[in-house]
């Protein structure tokens, strides 16, 4: 089975902290997703990798910055966090690009 | 700019009975179509997929999917109170590298 594996399941920091979230997958995917969920507004693509030290911006890249330095770990950054980020946050990596997403079980994310 | 339509819900279905769910989709080169459900506080979970024109059946599972009218179906029979959730519809094959296009959802509930 794949497994997507986020570092946090809840987390609180405050306003202005520099915020890292973590997501490692163990199925050799190529291709590694973030988003963020808030009700009403469905999932929001943040950033993607389709490769190794490679990222794109997604719909909503304002405020964020990722890292990938190996093929299994995609990382977030919130590079000042404000409480506008206050949100469900989402990894997912598929195979390709079109391909089933597999999702890790989310950081819920409190920014006071 | 791709397009996943969704009823929001929502759609209130008694236990026992099949629950239908719907979606549209705006580009019309999309290849691949995936369900996916998500508990409340949970992250989604892949349910099914299907790629060709017609009926994919697993378990009490059917999806349906029709290219010319640009249109995927999700039927649930024997419907069970834990199939209470929001069904995500997620559409791929665009022809982007950012992935899989994502529904807002629909939130089924199944009524004892």
């Known amino acids: 089975d794949v497994k997507v594996t986020q570092s946090s399941r809840y987390l609180v920091k405050r306003t202005g902290e520099k915020v890292f979230l973590e997501c490692v997958q163990d199925?050799?995917?190529?291709?590694m997703f973030w988003y963020r969920q808030d009700p009403g507004l469905g999932l929001r693509l943040i950033y993607f990798s389709y490769d190794v030290k490679m990222k794109e911006k997604g719909d909503i890249p304002e405020g964020y910055s990722v890292s990938r330095e190996k093929k299994e770990r995609f990382s977030l950054i919130l590079e000042s966090a404000s409480t506008n980020q206050t949100s469900m946050y989402l990894c997912?990596?598929?195979?390709?690009?079109?391909?089933?997403?597999?999702f890790g079980q989310g950081t819920r994310l409190t920014v006071v | 700019q791709k397009e996943v339509e969704q009823n929001s819900g929502p759609l209130s279905v008694p236990e026992g009975a099949i629950a239908s769910l719907n979606c549209t989709y705006s580009d019309r080169v999309s290849q691949s179509f995936f369900w996916y459900r998500q508990y409340s506080g949970k992250s989604p979970e892949l349910i099914m997929s299907i790629y060709s024109n017609g009926d994919k059946e697993d378990g009490r599972f059917t999806a349906q999917l029709n290219k010319a009218s640009q249109y995927v179906s999700l039927l649930i029979r024997d419907s069970q109170p834990s199939d209470s959730a929001t069904y995500l519809c997620a559409v791929g094959g665009g022809g982007g590298a950012d992935g899989l296009t994502f529904g807002k959802g629909t939130h089924l509930i199944i009524q004892p």
């Open positions: 997912a990596s598929s195979l390709g690009a079109n391909t089933e997403a597999f």
């Open positions: 199925m050799d995917h190529e291709n």
